[in-house]
Every structure is written in structure tokens, then in C-alpha cells.
């Protein structure tokens, strides 16, 4: 079966310090992954979204960046955080043409 | 363009009654559709799909959605909410192969004992 892996599951930064979360799905190939984020209060924005590697498409102009350096194999990064960067986090991934996304279980970041 | 509004923001009930969740939806093709649960700091969890089959859709805990195409909605129901069913719930639109989803602002459903 399918697993989708999220981490760090918590994160505290001070603005200015760079960030990296990592996902991974396990048990399938060459899926499509996406990076979400869920402010306090507010819907899920995406972020991000790649049909496969090295291919990342951005939905929202923004202090962060992604990458897909392996097929199963999705990194959330920024160089320099903002307080606005903080956030829930959510890796999901689903198969071509499906319409049904998995997540993963979420990594909280405080931007301090 | 496609949308999905939740009319809701917050619904409560008390435990043992029914509980409605309003979805409403735009989309100029036919859509699918989805409804997704969330616990607190948790990842979404799939409750039920449509997706041009039957209209009436069984879903995951007793909750089940019927799709009215003359309404463009996609309300999500169950006959006796539980503690356990305090959560945050999405609307999901999707219409592409592409699987670019529109997410609803999500309600957060209130369960009293």
C-alpha cells in the first residue's frame, strides 16, 4: 500500500533562517506530489505542485521554493523566513488523472 | 473557472443528531467532487467522492453526499454525529485530469456532549 511521510512534524525558526521539509510517498510511481499550506484561520493555499522530477509548477509568488530531486521525493525550501511563512504545512500526492489527493500529516511552522 | 463554497464556517451539534455540512459548487465541466476531514495538526483524510457515478455517495464513519447537479451543491450528511466527528471538513472541486483541486474555506463541525 501507498504511504506518504512528512517531516519535521514541528518546527521552530527564527525570521531570517533558512528551511527545509521533506517528503517522501512510498509504494508508488512517478506520482504527482504538491506542497499546501494552511494558515491559522484560512483554507488550504497551494503552493506547489510537480508531475514529475525536476518539474515544479508555482501557483503563488512567494519566499519559498521547491524541488523534486527523485521521484517519490518532494522538499519544501526557503533561504531566509519570514513571520508570514508560518503556517501548517501539508505534502499530499496522488496518481494521474485520479482526482484524489493523500496527505501527508503536516509539519507546523513557527516563524519567531 | 471553477469554485466551491462552504456556507458554513462552524456548525455544532449535539451528539446524536443529524449533521449537515452546505457545499456549494461552480464548475464549467462536470466536476468531481470530494469532501475530506481533518483533526486538529493532522494531514486530510478522504471521506467520500463523486465522480459522474451514482449522485448518492456512500463515504468513510457514516457520512454519505448527495450530488444535485440543478443545485450545484454537494451537501455531506449523516444521521448521528459522534464526538469522534469534531473536525474540520473541506469541499473539494476538481474538474482537470491535471488533479488541480479547489479547495472550500473548510467548516469546522462542533460536537456537544
Known amino acids: 500500500s501507498q504511504t506518504i511521510h512528512q517531516w519535521p512534524a514541528t518546527l521552530v525558526q527564527p525570521v531570517g533562517s533558512p528551511l527545509s521539509l521533506e517528503c517522501t510517498v512510498e509504494?508508488?510511481?512517478?506520482?504527482?506530489l504538491y506542497w499546501y499550506r494552511q494558515a491559522a484561520g484560512r483554507g488550504l493555499q497551494l503552493l506547489f505542485y510537480s508531475v514529475g522530477i525536476g518539474q515544479i509548477s508555482s501557483e503563488v509568488p512567494q519566499n519559498l521554493s521547491a524541488s523534486r530531486p527523485q521521484d517519490r521525493q518532494f522538499i519544501l525550501s526557503s533561504k531566509k523566513l519570514l513571520l508570514s511563512d508560518s503556517g501548517f504545512y501539508l505534502c499530499?500526492?496522488?496518481?494521474?488523472?485520479?482526482?484524489?489527493?493523500?496527505f501527508g500529516e503536516g509539519s507546523r511552522l513557527t516563524v519567531l | 473557472a471553477q469554485s466551491v463554497t462552504q456556507l458554513d464556517s462552524h456548525v455544532s451539534v449535539s451528539e446524536g443528531t443529524p449533521v449537515l455540512l452546505r457545499c456549494n459548487y461552480s464548475?464549467?465541466?462536470?466536476?468531481?467532487l470530494f469532501w475530506y476531514v481533518q483533526h486538529p495538526n493532522k494531514g486530510l483524510q478522504l471521506l467520500l467522492k463523486?465522480?459522474?457515478?451514482?449522485?448518492l455517495v456512500k463515504g468513510i464513519n457514516g457520512f454519505e453526499a448527495e450530488f444535485k447537479k440543478s443545485e450545484t451543491s454537494f451537501h455531506l450528511t449523516k444521521p448521528s454525529a459522534h464526538m469522534s466527528d469534531a473536525a474540520e471538513y473541506f469541499c473539494?472541486?476538481?474538474?482537470?485530469?491535471?488533479?488541480?483541486?479547489?479547495f472550500g474555506g473548510g467548516t469546522r463541525l462542533m460536537v456537544k456532549p
Open positions: 473539494v472541486v476538481s474538474y482537470r485530469a491535471g488533479n488541480m483541486l479547489t
Open positions: 509504494g508508488t510511481s512517478n506520482p504527482n
Open positions: 463523486y465522480t459522474s457515478a451514482a449522485t
Open positions: 464548475s464549467s465541466y462536470s466536476p468531481s
Open positions: 499530499a500526492w496522488s496518481g494521474h488523472g485520479t482526482g484524489e489527493l493523500f
